[in-house]
C-alpha cells in the first residue's frame, strides 16, 4: 500500500511541475481505484466521509435519476462522477512554484480504510 501511495505521490509531483504524461498516468490510477468508490457510495446512498460526501454531490449535480435506470444508465453515471472527482483533484495540482500545502489533496485523501 505504501509503495503505491508513494508512487502517486511521485506522479502527483511530476504532474505539478507539468508533465502531461505524469498527469495521465496519475488520472489512470485514481480512476481505476475511485470507481470502486463512487459505485459503493451511491449504492449506499448516504456518506460518512469527506470523499463520499463529495461524490454523492457530485451524483446529484449529474443527477440520480440515472441510478434508478438500467444498468448501463448507472455506469454512466459511476464513470461521469468518477471523471469529475479525478478532473477536480488534477485541476488543484499546481506547478511546484505555487504549491499550497492548504489547498491540494493527498492520495490518501481517496483511500478506504
Do not use: K
Request: hydrophobic share 35%; proline share 3%; net charge negative.
Amino acid at each position: 500500500m505504501y509503495q503505491h501511495t508513494d508512487e502517486l505521490e511521485r506522479l502527483a509531483a511530476q504532474a505539478r511541475r507539468g508533465d502531461s504524461s505524469a498527469a495521465a498516468a496519475l488520472r489512470h490510477e485514481m480512476e481505476s481505484g475511485m470507481v470502486h468508490m463512487v459505485r459503493r457510495t451511491l449504492r449506499r446512498g448516504r456518506g460518512s466521509t469527506p470523499i463520499a460526501e463529495r461524490i454523492l454531490t457530485e451524483a446529484r449535480r449529474i443527477s440520480m435519476d440515472y441510478w434508478n435506470e438500467e444498468l448501463t444508465e448507472r455506469e454512466r453515471l459511476v464513470d461521469l462522477v468518477t471523471r469529475r472527482l479525478c478532473d477536480a483533484m488534477i485541476d488543484r495540482l499546481q506547478p511546484a512554484e505555487a504549491f499550497d500545502q492548504a489547498s491540494t489533496w493527498s492520495p490518501c485523501e481517496t483511500m478506504c480504510v
